[in-house]
Nanobody, 125 residues
């Protein structure tokens, strides 16, 4: 079964950090663009960050620039999201996803072929 499984979510105070992980199984995602998306309460899912298959190119939403870092380890079939200086506005369910043909700079929901089920991040003030 092909799947992506996120982990690392939880409750953190404003100003704190979390590192999300996403492990792939059932196939190799080595040649896939990987992305992180999030859905805040009462809002639509939005793009957060993306990384090319090699890890050489990354792209961030304005809300993530300077605070979040996306990385990947193809040997572990995994992608990560380091989140620093978190604010209550970052509270959301975070999803990782993989795209065979998407563009890192223009990655959207409809580009993604495989989704994880999400991990909840709650930032308290």
């Amino acid at each position: 079964q092909v799947q992506l499984v996120e982990s690392g979510g939880g409750l953190v105070q404003a100003g704190g950090s979390l590192r999300l992980s996403c492990a792939g199984s059932g196939r190799t995602f080595r040649n896939y663009v990987k992305g992180w998306f999030r859905r805040a309460p009462g809002k639509e899912r939005e793009f957060v960050a993306a990384i090319s298959w090699s890890g050489g190119s990354t792209y961030y939403a304005d809300s993530a620039k300077g605070r979040f870092t996306i990385s990947r380890d193809n040997a572990k079939n995994s992608v990560y999201l380091q989140m620093n200086n978190l604010t209550p506005e970052d509270t959301a369910v975070y999803y990782c996803a993989a795209s065979r043909g998407g563009n890192v700079a223009g990655l959207g929901e409809y580009d993604m072929d495989t989704w994880g089920k999400g991990t909840l991040v709650t930032v308290s003030s």
